[in-house]
């Protein structure tokens, strides 16, 4: 069984308290008492302080990945700051509205994803790779519904979209550290 973040605090810090208490009389001063503690405890998933806080970034239409990034970073002992409505793309959420309505609710979904990284230690970028035409610059999503825009071979790259890349230059202009799912190009 694995203890929760909030059991191995409460342990770690009864831990800490034993060695304190047991060597007290010792050469040994509290901080080192408190370093060999934390080291006992390291073997069983312990971290010192809070978890880390991240915030993961990209387009909806990768709502899929925003779930394994949450399940993979959650196991990783993080906290994870998400986008709210991660069981579809905002089209498939918001997209029946009238223009000014959608466009509204996706100005405060951005507004809020940027108070999100506020309180964040890193951000993830889920930059998945897409169909990418060299040819004509572009990048073509529904390359399997429509017809292409030409007949140049398409490359795979990662996209980051326009909202994408305004929080990714907000996290850095705040010192957030930054991660991608894929190596950038
Ligand atoms: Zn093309």
């Known amino acids: ?13 009864a831990a800490i308290f034993a060695y304190s208490y047991y060597i ?16 006992s405890l390291l073997p069983i998933g312990y971290t010192e ?6 915030c993961l970034c990209g387009s909806t239409r990768f709502w899929r ?14 906290i994870v700051l998400s986008i709210g409505a991660a069981s579809g ?25 940027m108070r999100k990284i506020d309180l964040a230690d890193e951000v993830l970028i889920l930059n998945k790779r897409q ?22 071979p398409i490359e795979l790259r990662p996209y980051i979209g326009e909202s994408t890349a305004r929080e990714l230059a ?6 957030k550290r930054v991660r991608y799912l894929e190596e950038p190009s």
């Open 1 to 13: 069984m694995k203890a929760t973040q909030a059991e191995l605090e409460q342990l770690a810090k």
């Open 24 to 39: 007290a009389e010792t050469d040994v001063g509290d901080e080192r008492a408190e370093e060999l503690a934390v080291a």
């Open 89 to 113: 793309t905002d089209d498939e959420h918001f997209g029946g509205l009238p223009q000014a309505e959608y466009d509204a609710i996706k100005t405060q979904l951005d507004e809020l994803h």
């Open 131 to 152: 169909p990418w035409c060299p040819t004509c610059q572009m990048f073509c999503f529904e390359l399997l519904f429509r017809s292409r825009c030409c007949d140049a």
């Open 65 to 78: 990945e925003f779930q394994a990034a949450g399940l993979r970073e959650t196991m990783a002992g993080k």
């Open 170 to 175: 907000y996290a850095q202009s705040h010192g």
């Open 49 to 54: 302080g809070t978890p880390t806080i991240v």
